[in-house]
């Protein structure tokens, strides 16, 4: 049996959830208070590397004094806290190798900063008629200067989810995955779908299942660039797989026991369990310990 690189991070809350900071919403219209907070001398502004918020070797954030506050991420504790704009924002799956010492207290607002930012910056214009936008809000929106129109960042819904029969779960592997992966199926919601139905159809789509019962778990932000992960789970009305090699490489159904010892990452585990960063680790862990 192949022995996969071992992660044993025990992860029942999804990674990249949290409070993070007080988003302090009433004064994002008030630029008179903007000004006041951003000369706070306790406000500070986030340091940014390689197109990401700077990670120091403790996983936190870096930060230094406000020299442009352009985006108003909101006040931790009394200090406020900025972010200038940034021209280019990495936010693909390269970023995943960078965020491996990343505290779980600062990923809230790691993934608030690297939406926000990569938002700006792929949004400069009005969508209505093509003229500049301008920052309004704090960074929270965009006014078009020549229609008047207002821009919001855009959050993309996508569920993700375990189909589960007779004991046991449904996992599938993409071609881009490591060697040993699996994980639970995912997909975009469609304009016009529920979370329900949006379930139902991925798993139909990618492995040829109906199912019924699906029921909401929890969510994660996933900013990478703006997605918002919707966990669920689901009870599958069979068990004969139809995958879609257009979509997934593969998909099985694995028993508790295979679920278990992929999770505490024992040698012979029959696969490689997803990262702490995936909220597909959370479900896995929720699933095994109800
Ligand atoms: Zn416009």
């Known amino acids: 049996m192949p022995s996969f690189p071992r992660e044993t991070h025990l992860q029942l809350e999804p990674f990249f959830a ?5 988003r302090a919403d009433s004064a994002r219209a008030d ?8 000369s706070d001398p306790l406000a500070r502004e986030l340091v940014w590397s390689d197109g990401i918020p700077a990670i120091g070797d403790d ?3 870096q930060w230094r004094y406000v020299s442009d ?5 909101g006040i931790d504790a009394g200090s406020p806290r900025f972010s200038a704009i ?8 390269s970023v995943f190798s960078q965020i491996g010492n990343l505290s779980q207290n600062a990923a809230p607002i790691f993934a608030a900063a690297l939406s926000l930012a990569r938002w700006h910056s792929r949004h400069r214009f009005c969508a209505n008629c093509g ?3 301008a920052i309004v809000r704090g960074g929270w929106s ?3 200067q020549e229609c008047d129109a207002e821009h919001y960042p855009r959050v993309d819904p996508v569920v993700i989810m375990l189909a589960e029969h007779d004991g046991r779960l449904l996992l ?5 995955y490591p060697p040993g992966r699996y994980s639970a199926l995912a997909g975009f919601v469609e304009v016009g779908e529920t979370v329900e139905d949006a379930v139902a159809r991925e798993i139909r789509e990618e492995a040829g299942i109906e199912v019924a019962g699906v029921t909401y778990v929890a969510s994660q932000p996933w900013p990478f660039p703006s997605s918002l992960m919707i966990g669920c789970t689901a009870q599958a009305l069979d068990d004969a797989l139809t995958v879609d090699l257009a979509e997934l490489e593969d998909a099985r159904w694995f028993t508790r026991d295979e679920v278990k010892s992929a999770l505490e990452g024992v040698d012979g585990a029959p696969f490689q369990a997803p990262p702490r960063h995936a909220i597909a680790r959370t479900l896995l862990e929720r699933w095994l310990a109800a």
């Open 18 to 22: 949290g409070p993070g900071l007080d």
């Open 31 to 38: 630029t008179e208070r903007l000004e006041q907070l951003a």
């Open 59 to 61: 996983g936190a954030l």
């Open 69 to 73: 506050p352009s985006l108003f991420l």
């Open 86 to 93: 940034q021209d280019e924002v990495a936010a693909g799956p």
């Open 131 to 133: 003229n500049s936008s």
């Open 142 to 144: 965009r006014r078009c």
């Open 172 to 176: 599938g592997r993409q071609y881009h």
